[in-house]
């Protein structure tokens, strides 16, 4: 208030004076015009300084224009400023291709007629898929390995044969692909077999005939047994040594009039050697002898059932049924062996694998 108060004193001064000067001319056109200086206030320097200062720097202003909120974020713009990664499309785009790839790609069904099949009947398939570019059905083995493959529509029906081998179930496997994706789905149709397995618990799969009895023959080993099957005139070697192969089999070529055994072959104390068939499959194969050792009991004869799940002899597994009523499964692809318990035996099993 006080700095005001001389600014206007000085200015009310200043004008006093202009107006004695205009009087001063007007009287006298010869008169020498009046040169007035006015000197400058030391009070009103500072005074027209810090006004000025406080006019350009409005705390008033400034406070306002930054508390004012900024203007609503328009939803659907993409951001540009520096946190714009945040809201990187990326990950956008990348989730929705996933779903896009197998979208409307899909099994509706893949069937059959029956609910059961006898090896070596036809069956026909029924299938519709859905969004694909390609559909394949295969047939499967016993391991789920694909070994038959038919390129077909999208929908349709197909009629296939089963295998005569037993043991190999119908199962067929169908699949759809597009654009990169593909989707899958099984059938497995149980087996209905003709005849009955005559042992129980009864392994996977049908027999491949029907039970066949026959006179056997066995002896057991230091490390291993013999069994001798009349009906298919064989010698079966059993090894429990661990090596490979677990099991061997051998034609029996003795015939009466042969020697029975060895005489020069002296045997351990407790410990005797084989005769006959036995005999001579142990004299003249080093191997069998070598990982037999000697008989540990005499040979002896008794009534046998054997049951095999194949007809080929190289893939097949035979069941014999042993002296003291255990059933050997000898697995001739796999060159292993295993004793199932007799029916009335406690339900444990003892392997022996190659």
């Known amino acids: 208030m006080i700095r005001v108060h001389l600014f206007r004193q000085s200015a009310a001064r200043l004008t006093g004076l202009l107006v004695v000067a205009m009087i001063a001319a007007g009287c006298g056109a010869e008169a020498e015009p009046a040169i007035i200086t006015v000197a400058p206030s030391a009070t009103n320097t500072p005074d027209q300084t810090q006004t000025a200062v406080a006019l350009v720097v409005t705390p008033t202003v400034t406070a306002t224009f930054t508390a004012s909120p900024p203007p609503p974020v328009d939803p659907g713009a993409v951001p540009t400023s520096i946190i714009a990664p945040t809201f990187s499309p990326a990950p956008v785009v990348y989730t929705a291709t996933v779903p896009a790839t197998l979208a409307g790609l899909e099994v509706e069904y893949f069937t059959t007629d029956v609910q059961s ?9 029924y299938w519709s898929v859905r969004g694909a570019d390609r559909a ?6 016993d ?7 038919w390129d077909v529509a999208g929908e349709g029906r197909l009629t296939v044969g089963t295998s005569n081998a037993a043991g190999e179930a119908a199962s067929f496997l169908i699949t759809a692909d597009a654009n990169g994706a593909t989707v899958e789905q099984p059938l497995l149709i149980p087996l209905r077999c003709t005849d009955a397995w005559f042992f129980t618990p009864a392994p996977e799969g ?6 066949e009895s026959s ?3 066995e002896q057991t080993f230091e490390h291993g047994r013999m069994i001798w099957v009349e009906s298919r005139d064989q010698i079966y070697v059993i ?3 661990g090596a490979s192969p677990g099991w061997a089999q051998y034609p029996d070529n003795f015939e009466d009039g042969m020697p029975e055994r060895d005489e020069s072959l002296v045997p351990p104390s407790g410990l005797s050697q084989p005769i006959r068939g036995f005999g001579l499959v142990w004299r003249s194969t080093p191997r069998v002898q070598e990982r037999l050792g000697w008989a540990a009991s005499p040979e002896v004869s008794f009534e046998g059932m054997l049951q095999a799940d194949s007809i080929d002899p190289g893939s097949a597994t035979l069941y014999l049924r042993a002296r003291d009523g255990g059933i050997l499964a000898l697995d001739a692809s796999a060159n292993e062996w295993e004793l199932l318990p007799a029916p009335a035996a406690d339900e444990s099993t003892t392997t022996q694998s190659s």
Do not use: H, K
């Open 143 to 149: 391991t789920g390995e694909r070994i038959w493959r």
């Open 239 to 241: 090894f429990e040594d």
């Open 206 to 211: 049908c027999p491949v005939n029907t039970p």
């Open 117 to 125: 099949v006898m090896p070596g009947e036809n069956v026909t398939l």
């Open 215 to 217: 006179a056997e023959a």
């Open 136 to 141: 394949r059905i295969f047939r499967l083995d």
